[in-house]
T-cell receptor
Framework: DAMVIQNPRYQVTQFGKPVTLSCSQT?????MYWYQQKSSQAPKLLFH???????NEADTPDNFQSRRPNTSFCFLDIRSPGLGDAAMYLC?????????????FGPGTRLTVL | AQSVTQLGSHVSVSEGALVLLRCNYS??????LFWYVQYPNQGLQLLLK??????LVKGINGFEAEFKKSETSFHLTKPSAHMSDAAEYFC????????????FGSGTKLNVKP
């Protein structure tokens, strides 16, 4: 089945140790998004790619970076994770950036920072 | 600016009872509205969406929602709750623009009692 895949599902890292989360999609969608979701909160958009065009949210910390080497893959890099970065990270895709376009979410990666 | 308010962070119903999850939106332009469901440690799954066609929208798993412009509401309902409906539900709004940014509500956790 076509889908959005995130690896790993659970990631443990140490305070200050760089970590990379992975997202891949078989939907061939133009747009890929990264969200951060803390416990009992709404998902918060960090950034998105429209094709290769990177779009950062104004309040996304510099600690968070992203790469999209091709249509199928997108990575979230956290350069120096702090305790406050422990959260679920959700990847999503959509076919276009149009307002009626559904976003399709992956299962998420739960990040623990020790 | 767009925003969503979900009244009631926790809702508890008995199996077989009516489910009503409330969502009110604020939008300066005609909105597009979505309901997503999130099971524990999973990503978000689309239940239904309103894109200015029929005001009563039917979704998966027996859920439906009615867009009421006069009340700025998009409440989610299901006539008869099932144990498998226990999850967290998010309402989201977006608008006509060249970027499909979702504004999520804070979520409602639905508990279904046997």
């Amino acid at each position: 089945d076509a889908m959005v895949i995130q690896n790993p599902r659970y990631q443990v890292t140490q305070f200050g140790k760089p970590v990379t989360l992975s997202c891949s999609q078989t939907l061939n969608h133009n747009v890929m998004y990264w969200y951060q979701q803390k416990s009992s909160q709404a998902p918060k958009l960090l950034f998105h790619y429209y094709d290769k065009d990177f779009n950062n949210e104004a309040d996304t910390p510099d600690n968070f970076q992203s790469r999209r080497p091709n249509t199928s893959f997108c990575f979230l890099d956290i350069r120096s994770p702090g305790l406050g970065d422990a959260a679920m990270y959700l990847c999503a895709t959509s076919n276009h950036r149009g307002s009626t376009d559904t976003q399709y979410f992956g299962p998420g990666t739960r990040l623990t920072v020790l | 600016a767009q925003s969503v308010t979900q009244l009631g962070s926790h809702v508890s119903v008995s199996e077989g009872a009516l489910v009503l999850l409330r969502c009110n939106y604020s939008s300066s332009v005609p909105p597009y509205l979505f309901w997503y469901v999130q099971y524990p440690n999973q990503g978000l799954q689309l239940l239904l969406k309103y894109t200015s066609a029929a005001t009563l929208v039917k979704g998966i798993n027996g859920f439906e929602a009615e867009f009421k412009k006069s009340e700025t509401s998009f409440h989610l309902t299901k006539p008869s709750a099932h144990m498998s409906d226990a999850a967290e539900y998010f309402c989201a709004v977006t608008r006509g623009s060249n970027f499909n940014k979702f504004y999520f509500g804070s979520g409602t956790k639905l508990n279904v009692k046997p």
